[in-house]
């Protein structure tokens, strides 16, 4: 058995259907559809630890939560919690478990019980919150190669919603990229154009310009492509949105992979071609900067996206 690499500490409490429960408690149907069908979508959050201010803040809660609910709704699932029902149960996820560190937050909603393909309820749901340090990778980086798996297309499986199902997808190109000893897989759409990475999405530099694929070309609207593209934008650099052939990865002088859980880590390779120098590139290093000050809370600019999980002492 090639085991997970990610640790294995288990919470105290989950929120499940809406109550705090000791996680071992919060279990679903073996016949639930969530799983035999994959009816399920999800969220993956983080939060952020101050220290100085002794505060936890979850990063971009409303932006998650907005997906979410757009992801219930493709999967038409009957009568699921509302965006501030979830918004309260991270905060009570996160006080129950006392969470004083770098945590990572699953939302998941699915259909559960026993039911055919197109059941559409009763809906279940969890909140898991557990601790997650920032990978390794965001400071050395990986090698990529491009998958022989294309991405899941719109109008198949589409990659837009957070759907469990998807990540068949994803899991595929992670095993061929872990088989063949790279750290990363780069999956083209269709069309043969980069989509994105398995669980982030792709950027490149290629001139002074910053160019990601676009919301057209098979990706999840990443929260963080978002994030990276603006903070891009705020330190006055050129960054667009288009179609990226798959031998502008090899032209490209850095480029890095982002998401929630991944945050920025740069592509040092591509099917063996150096991009640059083969170091995390100069601008990557900048963006990883103002990522890390933005979602810790010590970007003005940023404020707003910060959710405070305790209360704040005057
Ligand atoms: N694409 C895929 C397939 C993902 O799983 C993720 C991780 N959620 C992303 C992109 C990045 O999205 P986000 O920045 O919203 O986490």
């Not at 996680?23 to 983080?46: H, N, Q, W, Y």
């Not at 501030?84 to 905060?91: A, C, G, I």
């Not at 990363?184 to 160019?211: A, H, M, W, Y």
Request: with cysteine.
């Amino acid at each position: 058995m090639v085991n997970n690499t990610e640790t294995k500490k288990l919470p105290k409490f989950a929120v499940f259907n809406g109550k705090v429960v000791p996680f071992s408690d919060a279990k679903i149907s073996i016949m639930a559809p969530g799983l035999t069908f994959a009816a399920a979508v999800f969220e993956g959050l983080r939060a952020y630890w101050n220290p100085e201010e002794k505060q936890l803040y979850v990063f971009k809660l409303a932006e998650h939560l907005v997906r979410l609910q757009f992801s219930m709704r493709v999967i038409e699932l009957e009568d699921p919690p509302t965006s501030e029902e979830f918004r309260k149960q991270v905060l009570m996820g996160l006080r129950a478990n006392k969470c004083r560190e770098d945590t990572y937050i699953r939302i998941q909603a699915h259909v559960d019980d026993w039911g055919e393909m197109i059941a559409t309820g009763p809906v279940g749901s969890y909140v898991v919150c557990r601790s997650r340090e920032r990978v390794h990778a965001f400071k050395t980086g990986k090698h990529f190669a491009v998958s022989s798996w294309r991405r899941n297309a719109d109008d198949a499986s589409p990659p837009r919603i957070k759907a469990t199902g998807n990540y068949l997808n994803s899991r595929l190109v992670g095993l061929e990229a872990r088989r063949n000893g790279v750290g990363g897989g780069i999956i083209l759409n269709r069309d043969g154009t980069v989509s994105e990475g398995p669980g982030g999405c792709i950027f490149i530099v290629r001139g002074k310009q910053l160019i990601t694929p676009p919301v057209t070309a098979g990706i999840l609207e990443s929260i963080t492509r978002q994030t990276v593209l603006d903070l891009a934008r705020d330190m006055g650099l050129d960054a667009v949105e288009r179609d990226v052939g798959r031998t502008e990865l090899y032209q490209a002088s850095e480029g890095f992979y982002c998401g929630t859980g991944q945050e920025i880590v740069p592509v040092l390779s591509v099917d063996g071609k150096l991009l640059g120098t083969g170091e995390p590139g100069p601008l990557t290093r900048q963006l990883q900067d103002a990522y890390d000050r933005a979602v810790r809370g010590q970007d003005d600019t940023y404020q707003n996206c910060l959710t405070p999980v305790y209360d704040i002492k005057k």
